[in-house]
Protein backbone atom coordinates (compact mmCIF):
# COMPACT_ATOMS: atom_id res chain seq x y z
CA UNK A 1 0.00 0.00 0.00
CA UNK A 2 1.39 3.30 -0.89
CA UNK A 3 2.26 5.66 1.87
CA UNK A 4 -0.91 8.48 2.87
CA UNK A 5 -3.46 6.18 1.54
CA UNK A 6 -5.34 3.59 3.99
CA UNK A 7 -7.23 0.53 3.08
CA UNK A 8 -10.94 2.01 2.37
CA UNK A 9 -9.40 4.50 -0.26
CA UNK A 10 -8.12 1.65 -2.45
CA UNK A 11 -11.44 -0.23 -2.14
CA UNK A 12 -12.84 2.78 -3.21
CA UNK A 13 -10.78 3.48 -6.47
CA UNK A 14 -11.31 -0.24 -7.26
CA UNK A 15 -15.25 0.39 -7.36
CA UNK A 16 -15.25 3.54 -9.07
CA UNK A 17 -12.98 1.80 -11.99
CA UNK A 18 -15.45 -0.92 -12.12
CA UNK A 19 -18.32 1.16 -12.17
CA UNK A 20 -16.49 3.33 -14.83
CA UNK A 21 -15.23 0.25 -16.79
CA UNK A 22 -18.82 -1.04 -16.88
CA UNK A 23 -20.26 2.17 -18.08
CA UNK A 24 -18.05 1.87 -21.05
CA UNK A 25 -19.03 -1.60 -21.94
CA UNK A 26 -22.81 -0.89 -21.92
CA UNK A 27 -22.23 2.58 -24.00
CA UNK A 28 -20.08 0.20 -26.31
CA UNK A 29 -22.68 -2.52 -26.36
CA UNK A 30 -25.33 0.00 -27.03
CA UNK A 31 -23.21 1.56 -29.82
CA UNK A 32 -22.89 -2.14 -31.25
CA UNK A 33 -26.44 -2.76 -31.21
CA UNK A 34 -27.15 0.98 -32.53
CA UNK A 35 -25.09 -0.14 -35.50
CA UNK A 36 -26.10 -3.53 -36.41
CA UNK A 37 -29.62 -1.59 -36.45
CA UNK A 38 -28.70 0.55 -38.84
CA UNK A 39 -26.52 -2.10 -40.57
CA UNK A 40 -29.78 -4.32 -40.67
CA UNK A 41 -32.12 -1.53 -41.96
CA UNK A 42 -29.64 0.24 -45.07
CA UNK A 43 -29.49 -3.47 -46.02
CA UNK A 44 -32.91 -3.82 -46.03
CA UNK A 45 -33.47 -0.15 -47.89
CA UNK A 46 -30.80 -0.89 -50.03
CA UNK A 47 -32.41 -4.72 -51.03
CA UNK A 48 -35.53 -3.31 -51.29
CA UNK A 49 -34.23 -0.29 -53.57
CA UNK A 50 -32.64 -3.21 -55.40
CA UNK A 51 -35.60 -5.10 -55.76
CA UNK A 52 -37.39 -2.29 -57.24
CA UNK A 53 -35.07 -0.94 -59.57
CA UNK A 54 -35.48 -4.55 -60.81
CA UNK A 55 -38.83 -5.00 -60.83
CA UNK A 56 -38.95 -1.18 -62.44
CA UNK A 57 -36.59 -2.76 -65.36
CA UNK A 58 -38.36 -5.84 -65.98
CA UNK A 59 -41.43 -3.87 -66.40
CA UNK A 60 -39.69 -1.07 -68.50
CA UNK A 61 -37.98 -3.82 -70.60
CA UNK A 62 -39.99 -6.57 -70.25
CA UNK A 63 -43.81 -5.63 -70.80
CA UNK A 64 -45.60 -3.71 -73.51
CA UNK A 65 -47.03 -1.31 -70.71
CA UNK A 66 -43.57 -0.38 -68.82
CA UNK A 67 -41.99 -0.31 -73.02
CA UNK A 68 -44.31 2.36 -73.64
CA UNK A 69 -43.97 4.38 -70.91
CA UNK A 70 -40.42 3.92 -70.87
CA UNK A 71 -40.17 5.43 -74.83
CA UNK A 72 -42.79 7.83 -73.61
CA UNK A 73 -40.13 9.43 -71.37
CA UNK A 74 -37.19 8.80 -73.56
CA UNK A 75 -38.91 10.32 -76.52
CA UNK A 76 -39.72 13.30 -74.56
CA UNK A 77 -36.35 13.44 -73.09
CA UNK A 78 -34.07 13.31 -76.71
CA UNK A 79 -36.59 16.24 -77.89
CA UNK A 80 -34.78 18.63 -75.10
CA UNK A 81 -30.68 20.10 -74.69
CA UNK A 82 -29.98 16.94 -72.85
CA UNK A 83 -31.13 14.62 -75.27
CA UNK A 84 -28.18 12.34 -74.29
CA UNK A 85 -29.84 11.26 -70.59
CA UNK A 86 -32.32 8.84 -72.95
CA UNK A 87 -29.58 6.24 -73.60
CA UNK A 88 -30.15 5.70 -70.10
CA UNK A 89 -33.37 4.53 -70.79
CA UNK A 90 -33.77 2.81 -74.29
CA UNK A 91 -31.14 0.22 -75.59
CA UNK A 92 -28.69 0.92 -78.30
CA UNK A 93 -31.28 0.41 -81.08
CA UNK A 94 -34.04 1.88 -79.60
CA UNK A 95 -31.91 5.34 -79.21
CA UNK A 96 -30.51 4.74 -82.53
CA UNK A 97 -34.36 4.66 -84.21
CA UNK A 98 -35.39 7.64 -81.53
CA UNK A 99 -32.56 9.80 -83.44
CA UNK A 100 -33.35 8.68 -86.62
CA UNK A 101 -37.36 10.01 -85.70
CA UNK A 102 -36.06 13.70 -84.84
CA UNK A 103 -33.79 14.15 -88.18
CA UNK A 104 -36.37 12.52 -91.11
CA UNK A 105 -35.85 13.57 -94.34
CA UNK A 106 -37.18 17.35 -95.35
CA UNK A 107 -39.74 17.42 -98.13
CA UNK A 108 -39.82 20.55 -100.19
CA UNK A 109 -42.86 22.82 -100.60
CA UNK A 110 -41.62 24.74 -103.79
CA UNK A 111 -43.76 28.14 -104.20
CA UNK A 112 -47.13 28.04 -104.10
CA UNK A 113 -49.27 31.32 -104.43
CA UNK A 114 -52.25 31.43 -102.23
CA UNK A 115 -54.58 34.12 -102.76
CA UNK A 116 -58.78 34.02 -101.51
CA UNK A 117 -60.86 33.52 -104.55
CA UNK A 118 -62.47 36.37 -105.41
CA UNK A 119 -66.51 36.95 -105.06
CA UNK A 120 -69.00 39.46 -106.25
CA UNK A 121 -71.33 38.04 -104.00
CA UNK A 122 -72.29 40.49 -100.89
CA UNK A 123 -72.00 39.27 -97.62
CA UNK A 124 -74.24 39.68 -94.48
CA UNK A 125 -72.03 37.57 -92.13
CA UNK A 126 -70.03 39.87 -89.80
CA UNK A 127 -66.61 41.21 -90.97
CA UNK A 128 -63.61 38.01 -89.53
CA UNK A 129 -60.90 40.13 -87.66
CA UNK A 130 -57.82 40.41 -89.16
CA UNK A 131 -56.32 38.07 -86.48
CA UNK A 132 -58.62 35.82 -84.66
CA UNK A 133 -56.99 34.07 -81.27
CA UNK A 134 -58.77 31.04 -80.13
CA UNK A 135 -58.73 28.55 -77.30
CA UNK A 136 -57.75 24.59 -77.38
CA UNK A 137 -57.38 21.36 -75.84
CA UNK A 138 -56.41 18.10 -76.04
CA UNK A 139 -55.56 14.90 -74.04
CA UNK A 140 -52.53 16.56 -72.05
CA UNK A 141 -52.57 19.63 -73.87
CA UNK A 142 -54.41 23.69 -73.22
CA UNK A 143 -53.43 26.57 -75.87
CA UNK A 144 -54.51 28.72 -78.41
CA UNK A 145 -54.63 28.92 -82.61
CA UNK A 146 -53.98 32.17 -83.68
CA UNK A 147 -55.32 32.61 -87.77
CA UNK A 148 -53.74 35.98 -89.40
CA UNK A 149 -55.38 36.02 -92.67
CA UNK A 150 -53.54 38.44 -94.53
CA UNK A 151 -49.26 36.77 -94.78
CA UNK A 152 -48.25 39.77 -95.70
CA UNK A 153 -48.40 41.37 -91.82
CA UNK A 154 -46.04 38.92 -90.91
CA UNK A 155 -42.43 38.84 -89.89
CA UNK A 156 -39.82 37.55 -88.80
CA UNK A 157 -38.41 40.00 -86.07
CA UNK A 158 -34.73 39.72 -85.02
CA UNK A 159 -34.16 40.14 -81.01
CA UNK A 160 -31.77 43.18 -79.64
CA UNK A 161 -29.36 40.69 -78.33
CA UNK A 162 -27.02 42.07 -75.64
CA UNK A 163 -23.69 39.91 -75.65
CA UNK A 164 -24.97 36.34 -75.70
CA UNK A 165 -28.80 37.30 -74.28
CA UNK A 166 -31.35 37.19 -77.15
CA UNK A 167 -34.94 39.18 -75.52
CA UNK A 168 -38.03 38.55 -74.15
CA UNK A 169 -41.03 39.01 -77.11
CA UNK A 170 -43.19 41.21 -74.89
CA UNK A 171 -40.57 43.74 -75.43
CA UNK A 172 -40.05 42.78 -78.96
CA UNK A 173 -43.20 43.52 -80.17
CA UNK A 174 -43.05 46.73 -78.06
CA UNK A 175 -40.11 47.65 -79.73
CA UNK A 176 -41.37 46.62 -83.44
CA UNK A 177 -44.92 47.33 -82.79
CA UNK A 178 -45.95 43.93 -83.38
CA UNK A 179 -49.68 43.07 -81.88
CA UNK A 180 -48.98 39.31 -81.56
CA UNK A 181 -45.79 36.65 -81.52
CA UNK A 182 -44.65 33.70 -81.19
CA UNK A 183 -40.90 31.96 -80.67
CA UNK A 184 -39.04 31.00 -84.04
CA UNK A 185 -35.87 29.70 -84.04
CA UNK A 186 -33.70 27.20 -81.97
CA UNK A 187 -31.09 28.45 -79.97
CA UNK A 188 -27.27 27.47 -78.63
CA UNK A 189 -27.76 27.17 -75.23
CA UNK A 190 -24.32 25.19 -73.52
CA UNK A 191 -24.98 26.12 -70.04
CA UNK A 192 -28.27 25.86 -69.32
CA UNK A 193 -28.87 29.53 -69.31
CA UNK A 194 -31.48 30.16 -71.29
CA UNK A 195 -29.94 33.51 -72.85
CA UNK A 196 -31.31 32.86 -76.90
CA UNK A 197 -28.66 34.91 -78.12
CA UNK A 198 -27.68 32.98 -81.27
CA UNK A 199 -30.02 31.19 -82.92
CA UNK A 200 -29.38 27.57 -84.23
CA UNK A 201 -29.26 27.41 -88.08
CA UNK A 202 -30.33 30.40 -90.84
CA UNK A 203 -31.68 33.32 -89.61
CA UNK A 204 -32.57 35.40 -92.89
CA UNK A 205 -34.74 38.16 -92.10
CA UNK A 206 -35.90 41.36 -94.86
CA UNK A 207 -33.66 39.16 -97.38
CA UNK A 208 -30.59 39.91 -95.31
CA UNK A 209 -28.49 36.61 -93.88
CA UNK A 210 -28.69 37.43 -90.17
CA UNK A 211 -26.56 34.08 -89.03
CA UNK A 212 -25.87 31.14 -90.46
CA UNK A 213 -24.63 28.60 -87.40
CA UNK A 214 -23.74 24.70 -87.45
CA UNK A 215 -26.58 22.43 -86.02
CA UNK A 216 -29.36 22.30 -88.37
CA UNK A 217 -27.84 21.03 -91.31
CA UNK A 218 -30.52 18.41 -91.72
CA UNK A 219 -33.85 20.82 -90.85
CA UNK A 220 -35.85 22.36 -92.94
CA UNK A 221 -35.80 26.15 -93.82
CA UNK A 222 -39.23 27.97 -93.36
CA UNK A 223 -40.30 30.87 -94.77
CA UNK A 224 -42.00 33.64 -96.65
CA UNK A 225 -42.11 35.05 -99.47
CA UNK A 226 -42.82 38.79 -100.24
CA UNK A 227 -45.92 38.10 -100.98
CA UNK A 228 -47.23 36.01 -98.09
CA UNK A 229 -46.52 32.33 -99.18
CA UNK A 230 -45.09 30.05 -96.94
CA UNK A 231 -41.47 27.69 -98.39
CA UNK A 232 -40.02 25.00 -96.33
CA UNK A 233 -37.68 22.44 -97.55
CA UNK A 234 -33.87 22.34 -98.16
CA UNK A 235 -32.75 25.41 -99.79
CA UNK A 236 -29.55 28.00 -99.61
CA UNK A 237 -29.74 31.26 -99.14
CA UNK A 238 -29.55 31.69 -102.94
CA UNK A 239 -32.72 29.48 -104.05
CA UNK A 240 -34.09 31.34 -101.32
CA UNK A 241 -33.55 34.60 -103.04
CA UNK A 242 -34.51 32.86 -106.38
CA UNK A 243 -37.80 32.29 -104.97
CA UNK A 244 -38.28 35.56 -103.46
CA UNK A 245 -38.49 34.39 -100.13
CA UNK A 246 -38.24 37.54 -97.66
CA UNK A 247 -37.56 35.91 -93.99
CA UNK A 248 -36.42 32.64 -93.00
CA UNK A 249 -35.16 30.02 -89.96
CA UNK A 250 -34.52 26.58 -89.08
CA UNK A 251 -36.19 24.26 -86.95
CA UNK A 252 -38.01 20.87 -87.07
CA UNK A 253 -39.73 18.63 -88.26
CA UNK A 254 -41.63 19.13 -90.79
CA UNK A 255 -45.70 18.37 -89.96
CA UNK A 256 -47.81 19.22 -93.63
CA UNK A 257 -46.17 19.27 -96.85
CA UNK A 258 -48.62 20.14 -100.11
CA UNK A 259 -51.30 18.82 -98.09
CA UNK A 260 -49.83 15.48 -97.11
CA UNK A 261 -49.05 14.98 -93.50
CA UNK A 262 -45.97 13.68 -92.56
CA UNK A 263 -45.92 11.88 -89.27
CA UNK A 264 -47.64 8.78 -90.38
CA UNK A 265 -46.13 6.20 -87.68
CA UNK A 266 -46.58 7.02 -83.72
CA UNK A 267 -46.59 10.22 -82.45
CA UNK A 268 -43.62 11.30 -83.95
CA UNK A 269 -40.65 10.35 -81.92
CA UNK A 270 -40.61 13.45 -79.96
CA UNK A 271 -42.65 12.59 -77.35
CA UNK A 272 -45.09 15.18 -75.01
CA UNK A 273 -44.11 18.92 -74.37
CA UNK A 274 -45.18 22.58 -74.64
CA UNK A 275 -45.31 22.77 -78.52
CA UNK A 276 -44.76 25.77 -80.92
CA UNK A 277 -45.76 25.60 -84.76
CA UNK A 278 -46.67 27.88 -88.04
CA UNK A 279 -48.11 26.87 -90.93
CA UNK A 280 -50.46 28.05 -93.72
CA UNK A 281 -53.63 27.19 -95.05
CA UNK A 282 -54.86 27.45 -98.59
CA UNK A 283 -56.46 30.82 -98.86
CA UNK A 284 -53.54 32.27 -98.02
CA UNK A 285 -54.62 32.27 -93.43
CA UNK A 286 -51.18 31.60 -91.75
CA UNK A 287 -51.49 29.57 -88.57
CA UNK A 288 -50.01 29.70 -85.54
CA UNK A 289 -50.64 27.01 -82.76
CA UNK A 290 -48.89 27.28 -78.92
CA UNK A 291 -49.30 24.71 -76.31
CA UNK A 292 -49.31 24.63 -72.91
CA UNK A 293 -47.05 21.46 -71.15
CA UNK A 294 -45.30 20.14 -68.24
CA UNK A 295 -48.05 20.61 -65.97
CA UNK A 296 -48.27 24.46 -66.64
CA UNK A 297 -51.61 26.37 -67.87
CA UNK A 298 -54.01 23.48 -66.68
CA UNK A 299 -52.24 21.17 -69.29
CA UNK A 300 -50.59 17.82 -68.35
CA UNK A 301 -47.41 17.03 -69.84
CA UNK A 302 -48.37 18.96 -73.21
CA UNK A 303 -48.81 17.58 -76.86
CA UNK A 304 -47.38 15.19 -79.28
CA UNK A 305 -46.30 16.59 -82.85
CA UNK A 306 -48.66 14.46 -84.03
CA UNK A 307 -51.64 16.14 -82.30
CA UNK A 308 -50.67 19.62 -83.31
CA UNK A 309 -49.96 18.03 -87.01
CA UNK A 310 -53.42 16.91 -86.61
CA UNK A 311 -54.38 20.60 -85.31
CA UNK A 312 -52.96 22.17 -88.25
CA UNK A 313 -54.81 19.89 -90.57
CA UNK A 314 -57.89 20.65 -88.55
CA UNK A 315 -57.40 24.37 -89.37
CA UNK A 316 -56.88 23.75 -93.10
CA UNK A 317 -52.80 23.76 -93.10
CA UNK A 318 -51.35 22.60 -96.21
CA UNK A 319 -47.87 23.51 -95.19
CA UNK A 320 -46.86 23.23 -91.37
CA UNK A 321 -43.49 22.92 -89.30
CA UNK A 322 -42.94 22.95 -85.85
CA UNK A 323 -40.94 25.65 -84.08
CA UNK A 324 -38.95 25.47 -80.93
CA UNK A 325 -40.81 23.89 -78.31
CA UNK A 326 -40.08 23.08 -75.01
CA UNK A 327 -39.51 26.16 -71.92
CA UNK A 328 -39.22 28.46 -75.34
CA UNK A 329 -42.79 28.36 -75.95
CA UNK A 330 -44.39 31.91 -76.10
CA UNK A 331 -47.95 33.17 -77.39
CA UNK A 332 -47.76 37.12 -77.08
CA UNK A 333 -50.97 38.52 -77.75
CA UNK A 334 -53.79 41.57 -76.60
CA UNK A 335 -50.27 43.13 -74.75
CA UNK A 336 -49.40 40.08 -72.40
CA UNK A 337 -48.10 36.51 -72.40
CA UNK A 338 -51.32 34.34 -73.21
CA UNK A 339 -50.08 30.58 -72.61
CA UNK A 340 -48.45 29.30 -69.59
CA UNK A 341 -44.56 29.18 -70.51
CA UNK A 342 -42.66 26.50 -68.50
CA UNK A 343 -39.72 28.19 -67.65
CA UNK A 344 -38.59 29.26 -64.64
CA UNK A 345 -36.74 32.35 -65.74
CA UNK A 346 -38.86 35.16 -63.16
CA UNK A 347 -40.40 36.73 -65.96
CA UNK A 348 -42.31 33.78 -67.17
CA UNK A 349 -40.75 33.78 -70.31
CA UNK A 350 -37.51 33.24 -72.17
CA UNK A 351 -35.01 35.29 -74.00
CA UNK A 352 -35.46 34.80 -77.32
CA UNK A 353 -33.13 35.02 -80.65
CA UNK A 354 -36.10 35.85 -82.85
CA UNK A 355 -39.97 35.56 -83.30
CA UNK A 356 -42.56 34.90 -86.02
CA UNK A 357 -44.29 38.52 -85.34
CA UNK A 358 -48.04 39.90 -86.93
CA UNK A 359 -47.59 43.77 -87.09
CA UNK A 360 -51.24 45.63 -87.42
CA UNK A 361 -50.83 46.83 -90.79
CA UNK A 362 -49.44 45.39 -93.93
CA UNK A 363 -48.08 49.15 -94.15
CA UNK A 364 -46.40 48.75 -90.54
CA UNK A 365 -44.98 45.66 -91.56
CA UNK A 366 -43.29 46.94 -94.50
CA UNK A 367 -41.41 49.66 -92.41
CA UNK A 368 -40.28 47.03 -90.22
CA UNK A 369 -36.59 46.99 -90.80
CA UNK A 370 -33.98 44.66 -88.66
Not at 200 to 210: A, K, N, T
Not at 262 to 274: K, N, R, V
Request: proline share 5%.
Amino acid sequence: MQPGRDLHQSDDLTTSSRRRAARQLKRAQRRRRAWRRFARWTTGVVGSFLVLIGIGAAVAFGTPFGSRVRMLAAETIISTRHYYLAKYITTSAEYSMLLSQLNSPVVNTGVTHHTKAPTNKVSTAPAVPPVQVQDISGPGYTGYVVLVHDPRQLRLVHANVQGAMGEYITNMAKRVGATVGINASGFEDPNGNGWGGYAVGLEYVGGHVIANTPGAETWPVVGFTSQGDMVMGNYTVAQLQQMGVRDAMQFHPELVVNGKPQITYGDGGWGYDPRTAIGQAKDGTVIFIVTNGRFHGGAGLGASQKQVMDLMLKYGAVNACAMDGGSSTVLYANGKIMNSPSTIDPNGQRHLPDAWMVFPTVAAANAYTP
